[in-house]
C-alpha cells in the first residue's frame, strides 16, 4: 500500500530565464497546485495544502463538500477568491477527464495562485495524474500534496485495520470500472473494494461461487470520516440484503476479511459520546464556533442558528464621551464582560485611530478566560480574571476594594450590553468604586430561521440544544418557538437553567461552569452515559431523535 506523506510534493517546471533554456525546451506560461483533501474529514486536510487553499487566487473543485471545506478554511475572503466547479461544465453534464484538464490548463495559465482540489490524494484512484500530465505538455508548471486517501482512511474511521501482525496482504480494487474477474481474488486475505455499493450481491455471489467461505465478514462504510458515516457489517452471504435494508447508496468504502472483525474491540468513531448528533447552537454568529467546534470533536453535527444580533447604541454619545475619558485618564480600570464589548470598544479605538497604548495605566479586568483572550488578541495583557468562577460574581470575589492612598483615581469603566443586570455595578459600588456603566453594544432578537429549521425544531428533528444565555432560550422560543420535549437541553449555567423551566423547558444538562467548553463537555457527557445505558440493556443505540421518550434525567 502506497503511504501518504503531507510534506512530499513533485514539480515540474522549466526555466524562466531565456538565455538559460536548453533550445526545444517550451517557455512556462503558469502553475498550478494539485492539492488532496482527503476523504471527507476537513480536520485530515495537511498543512501544506491548508496553506495553499488560503493563499489561493483560482480554486478548481471536484465535489460539492469542497465547497463547505473552502467556506470553513476561508471565511469571508472565498467572496475575493475565483471558485470553480471542476465536476460539471456550464450545461451542468460531468465533465470528462479530458475535459477537465483543459479545465485546469486554461485557468492555470492566468495569473495568481491556482489550485485544483481533488477528493482523496490527486495520484491514487483519482484523475490527478491525467491532468499533470496535459499540464506539462502545456508547459504548466505544476506541484502534488498528497491527501489522505479514502482507501486507508475510511477503514480507519470504521474501526478496521487493514493490516495485522500476521496478515501483512492488502489488495484494493474498484469495482465501477469495467468488468472485473472477482474469482481471482478469493485468497486475498484482506480484499478493499471502492465504489461496491451498487454491486456488492454480484461480488459477494461471485467470492463464494469461487469458494470464498459465505460466513467471511463484511463491513461497508458510506459518507466515511465525517459525522454522517454509516457502517454495515454483514457477511458475504448477506450483503447484498444487508445493503439494501440500509439503503446504502452512497460513494462507499467496502472491506472483505476476517481484520473486520476487529471493529467491535476498536470502533472509537461512531462511538463519540454525540456521534451523529444534531445540535442546535442558538448564539451570535460570531460567538459560535468555538463551540461548535467543540460539539464536532464529540461526534455531533452543530447547526448554528443565530438568535442575537448585536448592534450599535442608539445613542453614541455615551461611548463617545466615555472613550475620551479613557484617552485622558478619567479611568483607573476597565471591565470586559464579554467578547462583544471589546469588539465594540476596539472598533471605537478604530474610529479615533488609536491602539492599545492607550490603555498605558489603567488596569484591565476580564470577565473570564474566553474574554481574557479576545482581549490579549488585541496586544493588552488582562490585571485580573477571576480565579475561580467565571462569571460577574466571581470577578467580585477578587476584585480589590477602593483604597484612596493606593488608587488616584476610583472610577471603573464599564462597556457593555444594554440588557445586562446590575449585580456587577452594586458589587463594585459595595467595594467603593464609582461606576460608568455605559451602552456599547445592543443585543436585539435576530430574524426568524428558514421554515425547515423552525419545523425540525418543533418536531424533535434537533436530538439536542445548548442555551449559553437566557437571552439565547427567550429569543429562540420567540423566533422558532419551543423545542420538542424529546430535544436534550443544555444550560451553561443556573440562570439560563431558570429561564428555560419558565418557558416550560425541562433542563437534562447543566454545565459545571458557565464556559462552552464546559457546556460541550457536560452535553458528551450526558451522552456517553446514555450511549452505556443503551449498550448494558442490550437495545440498539439510537439518537434522542430517533427515540420520543419524553422523560429525561438531570445531569
Known amino acids: 500500500m502506497p503511504k501518504t506523506a503531507a510534506a512530499q510534493t513533485a514539480t515540474v517546471s522549466a526555466p524562466r530565464s531565456r538565455s538559460a533554456r536548453p533550445a526545444g525546451l517550451p517557455r512556462v506560461v503558469g502553475s498550478v497546485s494539485f492539492v488532496g483533501t482527503g476523504p471527507g474529514d476537513p480536520g485530515l486536510l495537511t498543512v501544506r495544502a491548508s496553506g495553499l487553499i488560503k493563499d489561493a487566487d483560482v480554486l478548481i473543485t471536484e465535489v460539492p463538500e469542497h465547497r463547505e471545506l473552502l467556506a470553513s478554511l476561508l471565511g469571508d475572503r472565498l467572496e475575493k477568491v475565483t471558485v470553480v466547479d471542476g465536476g460539471y461544465g456550464e450545461d451542468g453534464q460531468p465533465l470528462t477527464h479530458a475535459s477537465r484538464a483543459k479545465l485546469v490548463v486554461r485557468h492555470a495559465k492566468t495569473e495568481g495562485n491556482v489550485v485544483r482540489l481533488v477528493a482523496g490524494d490527486p495520484w491514487l484512484y483519482a484523475s490527478g495524474s491525467e491532468e499533470a500530465a496535459a499540464c506539462a505538455k502545456a508547459a504548466v508548471t505544476f506541484e502534488v500534496v498528497p491527501g489522505v486517501s479514502a482507501v486507508t482512511a475510511v477503514p480507519a474511521y470504521a474501526g478496521i485495520p487493514l493490516t495485522t501482525r500476521t496478515s501483512r496482504e492488502v489488495t484494493v480494487v474498484t469495482a465501477g470500472e469495467g468488468r472485473v474477474d472477482w474469482a481471482r481474488y478469493v485468497d486475498v486475505p484482506t480484499l478493499v473494494v471502492l465504489a461496491a455499493q451498487r454491486s456488492i450481491g454480484d461480488i459477494a455471489r461471485v467470492l463464494v461461487a469461487a469458494g470464498k467461505a459465505p460466513e467471511t465478514p463484511v463491513a461497508m462504510t458510506a459518507i466515511g470520516t465525517t459525522t454522517e458515516q454509516q457502517t454495515v457489517v454483514t457477511t458475504l452471504a448477506e450483503a447484498a440484503s444487508a445493503v439494501k435494508a440500509a439503503r446504502m447508496m452512497r460513494p462507499s468504502v467496502t472491506v472483505i476479511g476476517e481484520v473486520v472483525e476487529m471493529r467491535e474491540a476498536l470502533s472509537w468513531f461512531e462511538t463519540k459520546p454525540l456521534f451523529g448528533w444534531r445540535v442546535l ?275
Open 281 to 555: 447552537v442558538p448564539r451570535t454568529k460570531e460567538q459560535a464556533g468555538t463551540l461548535s467546534e467543540r460539539l464536532r470533536g464529540f461526534g455531533a453535527v452543530p447547526e448554528e442558528v443565530p438568535t442575537i444580533s448585536v448592534e450599535p447604541p442608539r445613542n453614541p454619545q455615551q461611548m463617545d464621551k466615555a472613550i475620551r475619558g479613557l484617552v485622558e485618564g478619567r479611568y483607573e480600570w476597565i471591565v470586559f464582560t464579554s467578547a462583544n464589548a471589546v469588539k465594540a470598544v476596539r472598533e471605537k479605538f478604530d474610529e479615533y485611530g488609536l491602539d492599545a497604548r492607550a490603555f498605558s495605566g489603567l488596569k484591565v479586568a476580564a470577565v473570564g478566560e474566553k474574554t481574557a483572550e479576545r482581549i490579549v488578541a488585541w496586544g493588552i495583557r488582562p490585571d485580573l480574571v477571576p480565579s475561580g468562577e467565571q462569571s460577574a460574581a466571581g470577578l467580585l470575589e477578587d476584585w480589590p476594594p477602593y483604597d484612596d492612598v493606593l488608587d488616584p483615581i476610583n472610577r471603573v469603566f464599564l462597556p457593555r450590553a444594554d440588557i445586562a443586570t446590575e449585580n456587577l455595578v452594586a458589587g463594585l459600588q459595595d467595594l467603593g468604586w464609582e461606576v460608568d456603566d455605559v451602552t456599547a453594544y445592543r443585543t436585539v432578537r435576530a430574524a426568524p430561521p428558514p421554515a425547515p429549521v423552525r419545523d425540525a425544531i418543533k418536531t424533535g428533528q434537533f436530538d439536542a440544544v445548548v442555551f449559553t444565555s437566557s437571552s439565547t432560550v427567550r429569543n429562540l422560543v420567540g423566533i422558532a418557538g419551543k423545542p420538542h420535549p424529546s430535544t436534550v437541553i443544555a444550560a451553561i449555567g443556573p440562570a439560563t437553567a431558570k429561564t428555560c423551566e419558565e418557558h416550560g423547558l425541562r433542563v437534562d444538562v447543566l454545565a459545571a461552569k458557565p464556559s462552552g467548553d464546559a457546556l460541550a463537555e457536560a452535553l458528551a457527557d450526558f451522552g456517553a452515559r446514555r450511549r452505556l445505558s443503551m449498550v448494558e440493556a442490550g437495545t440498539a443505540v439510537t439518537k434522542p431523535s430517533e427515540r420520543r421518550a419524553p422523560a429525561r434525567r438531570r445531569s
